[in-house]
């Protein structure tokens, strides 16, 4: 018969422990308690009366203060360094209710163990070296994952697929300052030294890289956060029925009224894996309304907000002048397509396509004539290429890749003050190192982990 277990907490040394519900609230048919912290195989015997076997499932009673049994399940012990966050980790498998979990998690904390911050324990896994940052981001990423293709390329992320990119870049960005660097005690040899050693070549070589790498982070990103499309254009253009028909449901009424859609209407979709944010917004037009009014101001906030804005205008009118009004409006950086609905109606108009548009199309939202078309040129606007190598790469990354990218040209053009372009090296090192965290700073690393739930 198994030792009653103590009833008082843990020494000193497992105040470092950390301990939360590690699945979702709610019923289930198993939930887990995670906790890591040094040396847990006492915490485990006081839990549940056994030494347990690393890495090996163990049956038993998971016991309170006062040795009854709080449940029965699963206790998993993975002993320093070979688990997720490089600490001593116990998983308690259990049943899957709320109030057992809690039960569980309030004898881990009487046993010595405090709640995790969100993100703790992926955060000790960065800080052991279990991980780096941009593998640590794509575990959430990879939670978050809204299609397949985004959670394929979450996986490659935090297998190092990414990170090895990025190191990969570096060295070569290291191999190229320390020539640099070289060349900068013999000033009467410098541009032979670098000629000699191909430094220029390798310069070129590091460029190229680091523009492949950038391209495929950009299609990363796509799958990590979509697009966001916001359909626009007078009342009663067929806004609401497109809207209808990208998403295959009714979501947005419709009617012959002009001004029905008073509010803006959302829905995520796919094409290709990636996710498509599509907003139906109310009319543009001037109006007494005050309840119109606040729509139209609504839909304004969200085209600032936008990837795309695909206006809508009536096949059997064409390009009036309000709708030139519309697009005169349009902020400038803005991508944006013309769509001519109602084709159904109506033959497409010859209007010459509007200036700053990247494309016009016609097609019918009644009878779908057309949408596949539409669906494709998203896409292209935002230069998607479907590939199976994307990685999953977020706003950050991008910024820290076209920074990289900037200090290289910036650097190449003061070419030959050697002193200015080793320099901008630096700078190129610096901005690059802070994707995998081998350069960062604690505010950066606070808004990463942040982000995480409680228990991951």
Request: hydrophobic share 45%.
């Amino acid at each position: 018969m198994a030792e009653k277990p103590p009833t008082t907490a843990l020494p000193e040394s497992g105040r470092d422990t950390i301990a939360a519900i590690a699945t979702a609230a709610g019923r289930a048919g198993i939930g887990i308690v995670r906790i890591s912290g040094p040396n847990l195989g006492e915490f485990a015997a006081a839990l549940s009366g056994k030494r347990l076997a690393a890495r090996v499932a163990t049956l038993s009673d998971f016991r309170a203060a006062d040795g009854s049994t709080i449940d029965t399940g699963i206790l998993l012990h993975f002993p320093a360094p070979c688990s997720f966050t490089g600490e001593d980790v116990l998983e308690l498998h259990g049943h899957g209710g709320s109030v057992v979990m809690q039960m569980l998690l309030a004898r881990s904390l009487e046993l010595g163990a405090r709640l995790a911050d969100p993100g703790e324990f992926t955060r000790r896994a960065y800080l052991n070296g279990k991980i780096d940052l941009a593998q640590a981001e794509a575990v959430i990423d990879l939670i978050d994952a809204s299609t397949i293709a985004a959670a394929r390329g979450a996986v490659r992320s935090l297998q190092g697929e990414f990170s090895r990119e990025v190191k990969a870049l570096l060295a070569q960005l290291i191999e190229l300052r320390m020539l640099v660097e070289a060349t900068l005690d013999f000033p009467d040899e410098e541009l032979d030294f670098l000629e000699s050693t191909d430094a220029f070549g390798r310069l070129d070589r590091l460029q190229q890289r680091l523009t492949l790498v950038f391209e495929r982070a950009q299609q990363g990103h796509l799958l990590q956060g979509g697009l966001n499309v916001v359909l626009a254009g007078q009342p009663n253009v067929g806004k609401s029925s497109l809207l209808n028909r990208l998403a295959g449901d009714e979501l947005a009424i419709v009617t012959p009224l002009p001004g029905t859609t008073r509010d803006l209407v959302r829905s995520t979709l796919q094409i290709e894996g990636i996710p498509l944010h599509v907003i139906d917004t109310a009319g543009l037009r001037a109006t007494d309304d005050q309840i119109e009014q606040m729509g139209i101001e609504r839909t304004w906030r969200e085209i600032e907000r936008a990837d795309v804005v695909v206006l809508l205008v009536d096949a059997r009118v064409g390009l009036d002048e309000a709708d030139r009004t519309i697009l005169s409006q349009l902020p400038a950086h803005l991508a944006r397509l013309t769509v001519y609905n109602k084709i159904d109606l109506a033959a497409p108009p010859v209007d010459s396509q509007p200036p700053g548009d990247v494309a016009t199309i016609s097609l019918s939202a009644r009878t779908g004539e057309g949408v596949e078309l539409l669906r494709r040129e998203l896409l292209r606007i935002v230069g998607w290429h479907p590939a199976e190598d994307v990685f999953i790469a977020r706003e950050r990354h991008l910024r820290a890749l076209a920074e990289t990218r900037r200090c290289i040209e910036v650097g190449r053009e003061r070419l030959p003050q050697l002193e200015l372009f080793a320099e901008e090296l630096r700078l190129a090192q610096s901005a690059l190192s802070t994707i995998t965290g081998e350069f960062t700073a604690d505010d950066l690393l606070g808004e990463i982990f942040g982000r995480f739930c409680i228990g991951k």
